[in-house]
């Protein structure tokens, strides 16, 4: 078996859990101090330069695996194993969801809605509060058969871009409903308090669905080199379908490409996607990238690259630690400079946003490898949802 399977963590996981965690804090920096070159979505390639547009293109790849593993990791905790990876009794996964979904709700409306603008006068309702949605409906359709939660999956993610032509205006019967699920926007705007989706939760929840069914490719008695020929597969099936829909421009994605003037812009024009809510092509393009990242990390020796799965070993301890690092440097750089781009205070160009992050994770290992050590050597129920 492999070494990585017998620790009660799954490395390869816990190291693209760690990898994205890191994209991800490129581009809450980039939301930080270079706000003042905003991006739209999908993005204006008119305006937005190709070291801007291939940052956030990055990013695009955070909020998929997160989901994608969260479904994952959840069939693990249903399925567990001994030390000498026997079978154990099945956990209740249902109750765990729950409880962890509500919990990660309560988080996006309280701390990190805070974290973004000191204040709670608008709460977005963003990338946990997809995942704790996803997590409830994963638990409530635990109980059917792993075959029957795939093809809901493949139906969800598959088909939910059909529904791109449903639109619904404020104040009609079904436009809340709506805008939770598939069309982002405001539920509620007024002067005490706002309330946005950002990330409608209907693709996701279909995501969330497929790392599930996909959970028993992690069984400690799958061999490595089989799971390592299905993650090739995953990877190379994706691929082929984002190529022949997209390249072809039939299906999947609102804005469909052009031939620009150059390479690069007609590269930019293909990578275009749609990620509020992910059309079809984004989701190919970037489970695509997982999967063959997840097959590479696998086969990375236990002395290589140990930073990234000690970030994606507390990944909430991360998320909530890097958006308040963030808040308290703003605050601080606009007392001292004041704002120095319009309304904002910000850098000149995208490499000093990637030189920004490059030092704060430095700033940001140690606390984050003295909490995951603490993790690993208590066993307080508290400690399992961070």
């Known amino acids: 078996m492999p070494s990585n399977i017998q620790r009660n963590r799954i490395r390869s996981i816990d190291m693209m859990r760690g990898l994205v965690m890191l994209i991800m804090l490129v581009d809450h920096v980039r939301e930080r101090f270079f706000l003042h070159m905003q991006v739209t979505d999908p993005m204006d390639i008119d305006t937005t330069s190709p070291a801007l547009f291939f940052t956030r293109l990055a990013a695009h790849y955070c909020a998929p695996t997160f989901v994608f593993l969260t479904g994952l990791s959840a069939w693990l905790y249903a399925n567990p194993v001994d030390k000498a990876n026997s079978p154990k009794p099945k956990r209740n996964v249902r109750e765990f969801l729950i409880k962890r979904g509500l919990f990660i709700l309560f988080l996006e409306i309280t701390l990190i809605t805070f974290s973004w603008g000191a204040s ?3 709460i977005y309702l963003q ?13 409530i359709l635990s109980y059917l058969p792993r075959p029957i939660i795939l093809v ?21 019967t079904d436009y809340t409903l709506w805008t939770m699920l598939h069309d982002r926007g405001y539920i509620l705007q007024s002067a005490p ?25 992690y069984n400690p008695r799958i061999d490595m080199e089989v799971r390592g020929r299905w993650l090739i597969g995953l990877c190379g099936v994706s691929l082929v379908l984002f190529l022949v829909l997209r390249g072809l421009n039939i299906y999947g994605e609102t804005l469909p490409w052009t031939f620009q003037d150059g390479v690069i812009a007609t590269f930019m024009s293909i990578f275009n996607l749609t990620k509020y809510p992910p059309s079809l092509a984004f989701l190919l393009l970037t489970l695509a990238g997982m999967f063959i990242l997840l097959f590479a990390f696998e086969r990375v020796k236990d ?4 930073f990234l799965d000690t970030f994606g070993s507390v990944p909430m301890f991360f998320y909530i630690l890097h958006l308040y690092t963030l808040l308290l440097m703003y605050g601080i750089a606009f007392i001292t400079w004041g704002a120095n781009k319009g309304k904002y205070v910000g850098v000149d160009n995208i490499f000093q946003i990637w030189a920004i992050s490059a030092g704060l994770s430095l700033v940001l290992y140690f606390p984050v490898k003295w909490f995951s050590t603490y993790k690993a050597k208590h066993h307080s129920p508290w400690l399992k949802y961070l």
Request: hydrophobic residues 55%; glycine residues 10%.
């Open 303 to 306: 002395n290589q690259l140990r």
């Open 193 to 217: 308090l706002n309330i946005k989706v950002s990330y409608p939760v209907l693709p996701w929840i279909g995501v969330i669905l497929l790392g599930y069914a996909c959970g028993p490719l």
């Open 152 to 172: 809901l999956g493949i139906i969800i993610v598959f088909g939910h871009n059909a529904l791109t032509a449903i639109t619904y205006v404020p104040h009609e």
């Open 120 to 122: 709670f006068q608008t």
């Open 127 to 139: 990338v946990m509060w997809a995942i704790g949605v996803s997590m409830i409906t994963l638990a």
